[in-house]
């Protein structure tokens, strides 16, 4: 089964602008993302989805095979879908461009949840909260999954019920969040099947993705089923430039080591 990694690379970030091709660790910000989707196992290649050309430019210096998009896409998933459009592939891997920390297990376990799940056309991944906090901020995606016995007992994963920027579930009880072990996060790196990633990308936004801006919603709305595996932990991407300094010392403190 033919699996390929693709990561949408957007240069005009609202956020951080140029985001993508910050070098203060002495590799672009994608670079990153890219080597580390490269140790992915199940893969047979990584592509970077770009929207402009200095992205392209720079794919070029450190060997990474890099397609130029429409810059005029609303999403990574619409980037990507240009992208694989006329290749002989099955399953893409949509992982973001600023996931410079991301497990690469975490691309394989999102990609099998597919291939050993036939009927199913979309996956993703969810992992513990830490800390109520986490629960409570809006820029963090939290998930309600199934929880359905006979799955489990045959090894079928749950599926997605609802994404919300929102604490779900609100525990009425506690006057908002119970405890954290009820929620999970979600994680944004996605599986899809070929066919299934042109359909959704062809439908219009729908209401309930409009409202939380959460484009996984567009596949509940229309009635299709997401696979969420578990996963142990999670890393933050990279949003602000606050948020790279932080991995730029991280990574700094690991090569010393």
Do not use: W
């Amino acid at each position: 089964m033919k699996v390929v990694a693709v990561i949408p690379a957007r240069y005009s970030s609202t956020r951080f602008a140029g985001k993508v091709l910050a070098k203060d660790t002495g590799k672009f910000l994608i670079q990153h993302t890219y080597e580390r989707a490269c140790l992915a196992k199940l893969p047979e290649k990584v592509i970077i989805a770009a929207d402009d050309e200095k992205v392209v430019a720079a794919a070029k210096t450190f060997g990474a095979e890099c397609v130029l998009t429409s810059p005029d896409h609303q999403s990574g998933t619409d980037r990507i879908a240009e992208a694989v459009a006329d290749m002989n592939i099955e399953i893409i891997v949509n992982l973001q461009g600023d996931e410079p920390e991301i497990d690469p297990a975490y691309i394989d376990e999102v990609a099998k949840l597919l291939t050993e799940n036939p009927d199913y056309p979309m996956s993703t991944l969810a992992a513990p909260f830490e800390n109520a906090a986490d629960v409570a901020n809006p820029n963090i995606v939290k998930v309600v999954i199934t929880q359905n016995t006979e799955r489990r007992t045959q090894n079928i994963p749950e599926r997605a019920i609802y994404f919300s920027r929102y604490p779900i579930p609100f525990n009425r009880e506690s006057g908002g969040i119970g405890n954290v072990k009820q929620y999970l996060r979600h994680i944004g790196i996605y599986a899809y099947r070929k066919k299934f990633l042109l359909e959704i990308t062809a439908l219009p936004q729908t209401p309930l993705e409009k409202i939380e801006k959460l484009e996984q919603l567009r596949a509940i709305e229309n009635g299709f089923s997401i696979l969420v595996g578990k996963v142990k932990h999670t890393c933050d991407g990279i949003d602000t430039p606050e948020q790279y300094e932080e991995f730029v010392k991280r990574y700094k403190e690991r090569k010393k080591v």
